[in-house]
């Protein structure tokens, strides 16, 4: 497909801007450019159809399931989208007076009290702009802890299970701390003797994802954070998605002092396409005071705590994204928001026993939001991966489950239904990947050339990822 730049024709526009109507300013010569940038001259059709082939070529959560393991994408439903574009809240300023944006003040101590309630936490802040940098803020705040009691330099091992998402490590080491990776029991649960013989004087937390990654609910969690503690560690969850358990179990009441959502997979505000996020973190009681909250009334002047960590991010973090969880989480209600976690366990169960008697399941039984299968065998004995599968799937025109993650699971693919597909959705979705193994297998040499039908089939993922080639050279 063209650039814009590569359609653009001299002289070619579409000129409906009005005549300036501005004083014009002479900027000094020295910081003028020699020559005029080179945008695309358009024509309006000619623009309007290349975002409509854009639009083609993409496909989301509107197009069909997107079953995409540790990423919860679901359908956000639109009255929130319609709550975050009022303009009340979309043309204000973050430096505005406090007194003129009392609404928006509102809408994060809401949002805040109903994200501790979910959680079992006493503080919140919305700062963090993502995921990780929730968990990097989080641990923080446990770094802190140790620093205000002296223990700050013994005190610098986190203990990280293998089944962890990579964040959480990397999330460590960001704060100066050593990973230490415990390894996971046969059931895919903390090893507790692993867990025992790694804590000691040194031990500043442990960061845990429970339900973990292969969707897996720790029955000793509790047994678990009392070691922490025992310890003298404290207990970080990783909350990045809260589709499982919200409103069923808060990890507050699971041993859990500090903790990050991802409001942008739970909560309601679409993601994928690198868009706003918010990894919300919360903590008990005793860890409030070194939250990075502006804790004046003076606003905006920005005052915090003697002990704060200190701010994180601009102002109030991506306010947008905190409109559209509490728009959510007050559609949904106390009932809506359990009955959300309860039905997006029941669905991946569901597509899991319709999947269990063509795909080897990582664990058998129960799970909660989401499964990992695993090609091992099939590969071994016939060549066809887990990345033919994928690859496949797109064939069939929906989007593949996570793939190569949880890294404990060889060949895996992590799937996560959600609570928003139908039954015949999951049905039909389960067909599909029947159809895609049953091919696989028939043929595992065409399956090493799936996709035959999607624009880019398999690009060089290790060059893309370390050499992308993000600008477009007018001599290329
Ligand atoms: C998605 C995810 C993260 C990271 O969130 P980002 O917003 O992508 O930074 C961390 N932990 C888990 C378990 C996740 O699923």
């Keep these: 497909m063209e650039l814009l730049f590569e359609k653009s024709r001299p002289g070619r526009s579409h000129g409906y801007l009005p005549a300036c109507d501005t004083p014009v300013y002479s900027f000094d010569s020295s910081l003028l450019r020699e020559t005029d940038a080179a945008f695309p001259a358009l024509s309006e059709n000619d623009i309007s159809r290349h975002y409509s082939a854009l639009e083609e070529r993409t496909y989301g959560v509107n197009d069909g399931i997107y079953p995409l ?26 430096l505005q007076n406090r007194d003129t944006v009392q609404g928006c003040m509102e809408v994060m101590d809401l949002l805040k009290r109903d994200l501790c ?12 702009a993502a995921g990780a940098h929730g968990e990097f803020t989080g641990m923080m705040l446990i770094k802190r802890y140790h620093e205000l009691r002296g223990e ?44 025992k013989a790694a804590v000691g004087e040194d031990t500043a937390g442990l960061m845990l994802t429970n339900p ?5 609910f720790d029955k000793n969690i509790t047994e678990i954070t009392r070691i922490i503690h025992e310890a003298g560690g404290l207990c970080y969850y990783d909350g990045a998605n ?20 991802n409001l942008h997979k739970t909560f309601s505000t679409p993601h994928g396409g690198g868009g706003p996020g918010a990894g919300a973190v919360g903590c008990k009681e005793f860890l409030k005071d070194y939250l990075p909250e ?28 905190a409109v559209r969880a509490l728009a959510y989480v007050l559609s949904l209600g106390r009932e809506g928001v359990r009955k959300s976690a309860q039905t997006a366990v029941l669905n991946a169960n569901y597509l ?20 990992v299968m695993t090609m091992q065998k099939e590969h071994k004995e016939t060549g066809a991966s887990a990345l033919d599968i994928a690859k496949g799937l797109l064939d069939e025109g929906i989007h593949p489950p996570t793939i190569y993650f949880p890294l404990i ?68």
Aim: charged share 20%.
């Design 294 to 321: 502006d804790i004046s009334a003076a606003y905006p002047g920005v005052c915090f705590g003697e002990n704060s960590i200190g701010k994180v991010r601009s102002f109030q973090g991506n306010f947008l994204v």
């Design 242 to 261: 809260l589709n499982a358990v919200m409103g069923v179990v808060r990890p507050g009441d699971m041993g859990f002092d500090c903790i990050h959502l």
């Design 409 to 476: 699971v060889h060949e895996a693919l992590m799937a996560e239904p959600t609570e928003t597909e139908s039954r015949e959705s999951l049905e039909k979705t389960a067909d599909i990947f029947r159809r895609v193994y049953e091919k696989a297998l028939a043929d595992p040499e065409a399956a090493h050339h799936w996709p035959v039908s999607a624009v880019i089939g398999r690009p060089d993922e290790v060059t893309a990822a370390r050499k992308p080639v993000l600008r477009w050279h007018s001599d290329n």
């Design 212 to 216: 973990n990654t292969l969707g897996i």
């Design 69 to 94: 393991g540790s990423c919860t994408m679901k359908y956000n439903p639109k009255i929130n989208e319609q709550c975050a574009a009022l303009p009340g809240f979309t043309d204000i300023h973050p």
């Design 117 to 128: 309630e979910i959680t079992g936490m006493d503080a919140m802040t919305l700062q963090p």
């Design 152 to 195: 700050g330099e013994i005190r610098n091992k986190v203990i990280v299970p293998d089944s962890s998402h990579g964040t959480n490590p990397a999330t460590g080491a960001m704060n100066g701390l050593t990973v230490v990776s415990i390894p996971s029991a046969e059931d895919g649960s903390v090893d507790l003797e692993a867990l």
């Design 352 to 371: 899991k026993a319709l999947l269990a008697d063509t795909y080897e399941m990582a664990n058998p039984g129960l799970c909660m939001h989401e499964f």
